[in-house]
């Protein structure tokens, strides 16, 4: 979606804090394994089981769905699916690939489709998102390489779905286990890596000779191996970059990657995903702060936030996109016209007073401790503070959140949303506009129902048309707002290439990484 490089060949002027620079080290091109690190260990190789950042951006490496959704071209284009037809609002048929084989030479067939989607809605299934496949209804085999996927009724979202976390998995292998947990360590997939090793220390992969059916929304790179080494300190990421044994680090303080990116044979990447951070209210009044209940208090507050100057905290003088809306324009079902409350203090002050709150008021912001989180939650606590309003900040680990939620705690929170994690706004309608009760803090009955209606329209015009009515009518409530894209930063060696501004929530893919 965006991205920016940064190339210095100056050395730092200072020794970073607490670290030991060593001399200028390359890249491991010349023996083309490409090392990176993991911010916590993975169970393995699969998303179904242990869904987080690493765990999508490795499986969409080693497996493939049947479609994809190109973050370039912004269309849903083919993987083991050659092409498809809608053949009524439920129902759709896809031709398969005839010459794609598994990483250990068994052929891919439907059969394979099948197997994985039968047992993703089977009751006895049991993981995390498995809510993800709940509108299929049924899965059939037309013929060795031609499927019949129908849902159980008009699903306009289905096709963006079937393009992201479906991977298909090898009934051979697959099916015959017992905990199916075991496969996420010996994966084998049809994508363009294949596994090589995945342990509690490291996960490696090396390219597919054989991968053939990406086309554009999966290309080949040159990097033969990736090798993910598990780092969960970022202290010592940036160590080990500096010694010269990793060659990219994702994420590192900013300053801190800046700084090392001056450095002689080092760069700087930034990039935007889908994800973004948001600003909500309990409009419902299930926390008892009763001004969060009034739309001019929440306007005011949403004015009193200096944006920009959120922006700049972020990513330096690195520019950062903002959705418009609760949505990114590319996925569909994402339009508004409303404007979000502009950057006015002597505004907000005046809404405020309107209000009956001249003298100022209380309120607690909930947010996560992840630092580039909190970090902004504490900043737009100091801005309110210019508007008289006097806010604290209560950061959460996402259990202790959860139970905030539940008993309805919840003043005011500034938190991380994925979109839904799909070119489609469906995600997002149901997990925040139409949520079940201890998710729903705005209580508003015409927003839920029409974004429960969103989810029967199968004519892109209509359905865009109505997701236009939703998200203004969100803006015009100051229910939410969108603070700024979450922000992914390399600091890598300059012979290393990244391709920043995949969808998924790591920011990039394993084929985003080449050889200049």
Not at 253 to 273: D, Y
């Amino acid at each position: 979606m965006m991205k920016h490089s940064v190339s210095c060949g100056g050395v730092l002027a200072v020794a970073l804090a607490g670290l030991v620079i060593a001399g200028p080290a390359a890249a491991q091109k010349s023996k083309d394994t490409l090392r990176l690190a993991f911010e916590a260990p993975i169970k393995g190789i699969d998303w179904y089981h242990d869904p987080k950042p690493d765990t999508a951006m490795s499986q969409a490496a080693v497996f493939d769905g049947l479609v994809w959704f190109n973050h370039k071209t912004r269309k849903i284009e083919g993987l083991l699916a050659k092409s498809w037809t809608r053949t009524n609002p439920t129902t759709i048929e896809f031709e398969l690939h005839e010459n794609v084989k598994w990483h250990d030479g068994e052929p891919f067939d439907a059969d394979d489709v099948v197997y994985t989607y039968k047992w993703l809605t089977d009751p006895k299934t049991k993981m995390r998102f498995k809510r993800n496949w709940a509108w299929v209804k049924s899965v059939e085999k037309l013929g060795p390489h031609k499927v019949r996927i129908t849902a159980k009724k008009p699903t306009p979202f289905d096709l963006a779905r079937h393009a992201t976390f479906t991977a298909i998995v090898p009934e051979h292998l697959h099916g015959p286990l017992e905990k199916k947990v075991d496969f996420a360590r010996k994966p084998v997939g049809t994508g363009p890596f294949r596994a090589v090793t995945v342990d509690g220390k490291q996960a490696l992969v090396e390219k597919n000779p054989g991968f053939k059916h990406g086309g554009t929304a999966k290309p080949v790179s040159n990097v033969n191996r990736i090798q993910w080494r598990f780092i969960p300190d970022q202290s010592t990421q940036i160590a080990q970059f500096l010694a010269g044994n990793l060659d990219a680090i994702r994420n590192a303080p900013l300053e801190q990657a800046l700084r090392i990116s001056e450095r002689k044979g080092n760069e700087f990447s930034i990039g935007t995903g889908i994800g973004y951070q948001y600003i909500t209210f309990d409009a419902k009044g299930r926390s008892g702060n009763k001004a969060m209940q009034d739309a001019r208090v929440r306007k005011a507050l949403l004015m009193a936030i200096d944006y920009d100057a959120l922006v700049k905290l972020a990513a330096g003088a690195h520019k950062v996109e903002r959705p418009g809306s609760m949505c990114w324009r590319l996925q569909a079902g994402c339009d508004f016209s409303s404007k979000q409350p502009e950057y006015n203090l002597a505004a907000a002050r005046k809404l405020l007073a309107d209000a009956g709150y001249a003298g100022g008021l209380e309120v607690e912001i909930t947010t996560f401790t992840s630092p580039a989180i909190k970090t902004n939650a504490e900043a737009v606590a100091g801005m309110l503070q210019k508007v008289g309003v006097k806010a604290s900040v209560d950061p959460k680990v996402i259990g202790a959140y959860r139970k905030k939620q539940r008993d309805g705690k919840i003043q005011m929170g500034l938190f991380g949303w994925s979109a839904g994690g799909i070119a489609d706004v469906t995600g997002t309608l149901g997990f925040l506009m139409n949520p079940p009760p201890a998710r729903d803090y705005h209580g508003d009955k015409t927003l839920k129902e029409m974004s429960a209606a969103m989810g029967t329209i199968m004519d892109p015009k209509a359905r865009m048309a109505q997701g236009r009515k939703i998200f203004d009518h969100i803006i015009d409530n100051s229910y939410f707002r969108t603070i700024l894209a979450n922000p992914t930063t390399f600091v890598h060696r300059s012979e290393v290439g990244i391709d920043m501004g995949a969808l998924n929530p790591y920011g990039v893919e394993a084929w985003s990484f080449s050889w200049k």
